[in-house]
């Protein structure tokens, strides 16, 4: 599977975003996919996962209630919907498959990465 992202921009703090992650392969509906972030100088760290059916959704403390993944399995496409956005969501967004069932959401838990996509708020 290959990944590509969009949709990142420069947003004003408070403002909405949503990101998209297109995937190459027939598969992909077989796939739990999930966005990770990595800020400059932090480590990459999981921001939301969903199943391969769409029925069932993981998120970070940071962005639940915030943040809503989405997919849609007859466009091979992850969506993340991202409001109130806070200046500390500054980050290169990414979106991987998960390589196993359900079970952590770590960054060695997943694979095949997307190049990302910047997402820069400001105050």
């Known amino acids: 599977v290959q990944l590509v992202e969009s949709g990142g921009r420069l947003v004003q703090a408070g403002g909405s975003l949503r990101l998209s992650c297109a995937a190459s392969?027939?598969?992909?509906?077989?796939?739990?996919m999930g966005w990770f972030r990595q800020a400059q100088g932090k480590e990459r760290e999981f921001v939301a996962a969903?199943?391969?059916?769409?029925?069932?959704?993981y998120y970070a403390d940071s962005v639940k209630g915030r943040f809503t993944i989405a997919r849609d399995n007859a466009k091979n496409t992850v969506y993340l919907q991202m409001n109130s956005l806070k200046t500390e969501d500054t980050a290169v967004y990414y979106c991987?498959?998960?390589?196993?069932?359900?079970?952590?959401?770590?960054?060695?838990?997943?694979?095949?990465w997307g190049q990302g996509t910047q997402v820069t708020v400001s105050s």
């Open positions: 969903i199943s391969s059916t769409g029925g069932s959704t």
């Open positions: 392969g027939r598969t992909f509906s077989s796939y739990i």
């Open positions: 991987a498959v998960k390589k196993y069932g359900i079970g952590t959401m770590k960054r060695d838990d997943f694979g095949s």
